[in-house]
């Protein structure tokens, strides 16, 4: 970050492409952690996703410190996954395109919709 700006990512680092915030922010896809901690940090979130009751899609925010003990700082049930949104550079690096992430929100939801309701709604989207 600039000189006496916080080192969090504020509104205008996140959002403002005028900000000198916003270029001092770029994120690192996939992370750069090595393996044991990788796993280590995949169960935790996974973990807290399930407890938490989250379905479909969801982020979980953690913050590593340089002695390699990680902790969450947040789970957001529901992030920003419009195109370039960074949910969706992250499914990107995973393999999955905008229209696949999409798909798979739709059709998660789909499951737990009772049968009825989904000739419904198929019917109006056509």
Known sequence: MPKG???????????????PLY????????????????????????????????????????RLKEDGKFYILEMNANPDISPNSGFD?????????Y?????EIVSGALERTPRKEKELSARSVI
Do not use: F, H
Not at 37 to 56: H, N
């Open 99 to 103: 229209n696949q992430l999409i798909c």
């Open 23 to 62: 270029d001092a922010t770029e994120p690192i896809y996939p992370a750069i952690i090595e393996n044991g901690l990788k796993e280590k940090i995949e169960k935790a979130a996974i973990k807290a996703y399930l407890e938490i009751g989250c379905r479909d899609y969801g982020r979980i925010d953690m």
């Open 89 to 97: 550079k992250a499914t990107k690096i995973a393999g999955i395109n």
């Open 5 to 19: 700006e916080p080192s969090i990512i504020s509104y205008r680092a996140k959002w403002d492409p005028t900000s």
